[in-house]
């Protein structure tokens, strides 16, 4: 079963604007499925994930590149980085040639931004628009496919709602946001991630880490997992893995360039030495948070220790996907000071700051957005704020706080 996709629009979108269109994105969070989807009939595929095709790539480009001529979908590009100064040179060509037929020459996948990044900005600068594939969004789920990015103020109160009881939330969260599982329900997951753990963390991402010992690697994913939610601890990862810090920062580097690990980081623009300067961990994928941390089923992970770690997780995720989907970078940072007050999130975005709390129960509780008053502190603007929880409708919860339910993110 296909589950539209919200950035099927902005891939056309894009598409028109661009010679080349780069998606990058986890393994299995669906590029290519959706890719070949839109591609229909009229653009060639191939996969440089086939042997014989990658070699032909690799010794031959322009045979390679004349074989599969624009319009073309070019699956994993990371294999074969050298082809992209050569595909810089067929745009350019095509520019010079046809300047009105240049745009949507190529699209191309890739999972392993940690090399790719690079050659793509030094071969492909300006003629490539870059857009990165969330996992599936409850939006999607739910079919709000024209839902714009999340944002307090687009909310209405006493709206209705799609109520979620707390077994059917915390399915949600547990099952984790790849299509296969979504799609094939819970009697696989465990089968997924376990794949998904041999075949991708302890193949590519351990290879672009230059991992040795794989036992350690394998702790230090787990610790990560472990501390989703949580303000980034190198010390604390160094210390699971039996490793030193040095290469605890740089495994979490590969696995935040990866799509596995987001790191949030704290307000900066607004400086003030009250601030502290650490991010906070967030795995992308709360399923694979649960696998690694052993929480087998949903109900007990939401009667477990870390509940409200992954309740967070999951409505950050949320947050962060509805302007990924819209190719847009999320405007995304947190609030935290040396008196240890917080703010879970905090949008900064036409020069408006815009609080979010999230608690995982469902009693609204003004208290619970008290440290808002906080940014005001900063000389800066501040815009309508949210309490994101289980309470069942939108509602005023203070004259600068909404309460909005998780399930309407």
Known sequence: MYITRIMERTIIEKSALFPVLLLTGPRQV???????????????????DEPDIRRLAQTDP?????????????????????????????????????????????WLTGSQRFHLMNAVSESLAGRIGIYELPGITQREQDGRLDAPPFHPSRYTPDAETMPLDPDALFTRIWLGNCPEVITRGPSFWSDFYSSYVQTYLE??????????????????????????????NYSGFARDADVSQPTAKSWLRVLEA???????????????????????????????????????????????????????????????????????????FFYRDRQQHEIDL???????????????????????VKTFDKLATLGAKV??????????????LTSGAMAIPAWLI
Not at 30 to 48: H, I, N, P, Q, W
Not at 309 to 323: L, M, P
Not at 346 to 368: F, Q, S, W
Request: charged letters at 25%.
């Open 62 to 106: 322009r045979l390679f590149l004349a074989t599969y001529p624009p319009p073309v979908f070019i699956d994993e590009i990371q294999y074969v980085p050298e082809l992209l100064p050569y595909i810089k040179h067929r745009v350019d060509e095509m520019r010079f040639a046809s300047p009105g037929e240049a745009n949507g020459m190529y």
């Open 346 to 368: 905090v949008l900064d975005e036409n020069d408006t700051l815009t609080p979010i709390e999230i608690k995982k129960g469902a009693r609204l509780d003004a208290g619970d």
């Open 258 to 332: 990866s799509g596995l690990v987001r790191l949030v980081r704290p307000l900066t623009r607004h400086r003030s030495r009250e601030l502290i300067g650490t991010p906070k961990c967030y795995l992308c994928d709360t399923g694979l948070a649960a696998y690694l941390t052993r929480w087998n089923t949903p109900q007990t992970l939401m009667a477990g220790a870390m509940a409200g770690a992954f309740f967070e997780t999951w409505c950050v995720n949320e947050i962060c996907a509805s302007y990924r989907n819209l190719g847009l970078e999320p405007p995304v």
């Open 383 to 396: 815009g309508m704020g949210a309490l994101v929880s289980q309470f069942p409708r939108v509602m005023p």
């Open 30 to 48: 669906g590029k290519t499925t959706m890719l070949r989807r839109l591609a229909g009939t009229e653009r060639r595929f191939v996969s440089l």
């Open 203 to 232: 193949r590519d991402v351990r290879a672009l880490a230059n991992v040795s010992d794989l036992g350690r690697f394998h702790d230090f994913i787990r610790s990560v997992a472990a501390r989703t939610g949580q303000l980034v």
